[in-house]
């Protein structure tokens, strides 16, 4: 077997997280089919297969849970020695996983956040993808659903209303709505529009 390089595995992590070609091509700035190939290869490398391919996307398969497992332990690893790393600087940096949303209402909000003085920093990361705080891919993470792993200290912070937002003049009923991707939509309240859209 040869040995995957650890851009492949980046890729296959993007892949994974995001469900397919399209998320991680926007992630990665790869065409979908070079992400696709790319794919291929690392399957044909390890000699397994690591998804299962249709029109919603790709899913991991036994193997692909196994791989995925296994690069976040890897990930984790890193981050517990930058983390090593950064303490010997005199400084702590503290990582934020939120949507978009809510990255901009704390980006509104940062010098109330952090004063002058503070010894630690901020690092935020901003997606719609669900980051796995159980791997410590950060510190904090600000989500709009209850917190599935068990290991966690949850917090609510607030009640946040949303609401369907509709184009003008649509030439067809289908097309009129504004979503997130169906193959985003990680959320309920996401994949309500998704859900409704024949009834609207």
Partial sequence: MKNANWDSYQLFLQVARLGGLTGASSASGLS?????????????????????RSQTGY??????????????EMEA??????????????????????GTWVAWLLTENFAAIRMPGDTFAISLTIGEARASLAY???????RAFEPEEANLAA?????????????RNA??????WIAVAEEEAISAYLRWPHANAAAG
Avoid: C
């Avoid at 899913?59 to 976040?72: K, M, N, S, V």
């Avoid at 030439?171 to 009129?176: I, S």
């Fill in 32 to 52: 979908p089919a070079t992400v696709g190939r790319r794919m291929l290869d690392l399957e044909q490398e390890i000699g397994r297969a690591l998804f299962s």
């Fill in 59 to 72: 899913r991991l398969t036994q193997d692909g849970q196994a791989l995925l497992d296994h690069l976040q």
């Fill in 77 to 98: 690893a890193a981050r517990k020695v930058e983390a090593w790393r950064q303490s010997g600087e005199g400084g702590a940096t503290v990582r934020i996983a939120a």
């Fill in 136 to 142: 410590r891919e950060s510190d904090i993470g600000i």
């Fill in 155 to 167: 917090r609510l912070l607030g009640e946040v209303a949303y609401a369907v937002y509709a184009r």
């Fill in 171 to 176: 030439a067809e009923a289908d097309e009129r």
